[in-house]
């Protein structure tokens, strides 16, 4: 298990595109920001990404990814492609699809949004550059919005994506006040993050605001117990490296 929670230090860097400036502030791994992407086989590969466009209009062109990864917007609006995201909105790409153009709706706020990668990412990257594209499977681009629920006294699972026969899947966790909620230690995907997205938790005397991360390898799994307030968490979880 690895954690990032809000406070902590990152290393970060800017990157100069045509259409604009993104800034990257490095959570888990050493896949960005200045950092030896080598290491991203040792471990999951976490950032926050900010990109600001110099003019209405400018758009990250459309891209691929030698690797799955999950995008979660925490601030700013976009079109990523035709899809309109906002704050809660999520995005699931396998190895090798497409994504994009991503432009902010508004050029003065732009887009801020985690990038989450798992820590297979390097053998994946080899596989893909090694094998093609891979087939049809391994294409998903995926949209979502995270479901915005009143607090009850029962945690409460939502299923927005799968999960898929392959482990692929996002949930939107609600657990009420000093509830206590385990993440399922399956071995049939390829690990998970949780994300806090509003009030907070505790692991092991460890305080998780909203914003902190974790990341769980498959079959791990630990305990997380709400503050007084509840907390609304995402659980992204990776398909297993076999099926790529």
Same mark, same amino acid.
């Given at each position: 298990?690895?954690?990032?929670?809000?406070?902590?230090?990152?290393?970060?860097?800017?990157?100069? +595109?045509?259409?604009?400036?993104?800034?990257?502030?490095?959570? +888990? @791994?050493?896949?960005?920001?200045?950092?030896?992407?080598? %290491?991203?086989?040792?471990?999951?590969?976490?950032? +926050?990404?900010?990109?600001?466009?110099?003019?209405?209009?400018?758009?990250?062109?459309?891209?691929?990814?030698?690797?799955?990864?999950?995008?979660?917007?925490? %601030?700013?609006?976009?079109?990523?492609?035709?899809?309109?995201?906002?704050?809660?909105?999520? =995005?699931?790409? %396998?190895?090798?699809?497409?994504? @994009?153009?991503?432009?902010?709706?508004?050029?003065?706020?732009?887009?801020?949004?985690?990038?989450?990668?798992?820590?297979?990412?390097?053998?994946?990257?080899?596989?893909?550059?090694?094998?093609?594209?891979?087939?049809?499977?391994?294409?998903?681009?995926?949209?979502?919005?995270?479901?915005?629920?009143?607090?009850?006294?029962?945690?409460?699972?939502?299923?927005?994506?799968?999960?898929?026969?392959?482990?692929?899947?996002?949930?939107?966790?609600?657990?009420? @006040?000093?509830?206590?909620?385990?993440?399922?230690?399956?071995?049939? =995907?390829?690990?998970?993050?949780?994300?806090?997205?509003?009030?907070?938790?505790?692991?092991?005397?460890?305080?998780?605001?909203?914003?902190?991360?974790?990341?769980?390898?498959?079959?791990?799994?630990?305990?997380?117990?709400?503050?007084?307030?509840?907390?609304?968490?995402?659980? +992204?979880?990776?398909?297993?490296? %076999?099926?790529?």
């Amino acid at each position: 298990m690895q954690i990032f929670k809000t406070g902590d230090a990152y290393a970060q860097e800017s990157e100069q +595109l045509t259409s604009g400036t993104l800034n990257l502030r490095q959570l +888990l @791994g050493r896949g960005r920001a200045g950092l030896n992407a080598g %290491d991203a086989e040792q471990g999951p590969d976490a950032f +926050l990404a900010s990109f600001l466009p110099n003019e209405p209009g400018a758009s990250i062109p459309r891209h691929t990814y030698p690797f799955p990864q999950f995008q979660v917007v925490v %601030d700013g609006e976009a079109t990523v492609g035709r899809h309109l995201v906002r704050p809660g909105s999520f =995005h699931y790409s %396998d190895a090798g699809s497409v994504s @994009g153009p991503i432009t902010p709706l508004d050029p003065e706020i732009g887009l801020t949004y985690f990038t989450l990668r798992p820590d297979n990412a390097s053998r994946l990257a080899q596989a893909v550059s090694t094998e093609g594209q891979g087939s049809a499977r391994t294409r998903r681009s995926i949209i979502g919005s995270r479901i915005h629920s009143e607090l009850h006294t029962e945690i409460v699972v939502s299923e927005l994506v799968g999960p898929e026969d392959d482990g692929l899947g996002v949930s939107a966790v609600t657990v009420p @006040g000093k509830a206590t909620f385990t993440p399922p230690s399956l071995v049939s =995907h390829g690990g998970q993050y949780l994300l806090v997205v509003e009030g907070a938790l505790s692991h092991a005397g460890t305080n998780l605001a909203a914003g902190s991360l974790v990341y769980l390898a498959s079959g791990e799994t630990a305990d997380f117990t709400a503050a007084r307030e509840g907390s609304e968490i995402l659980l +992204l979880q990776f398909p297993t490296i %076999d099926s790529v």
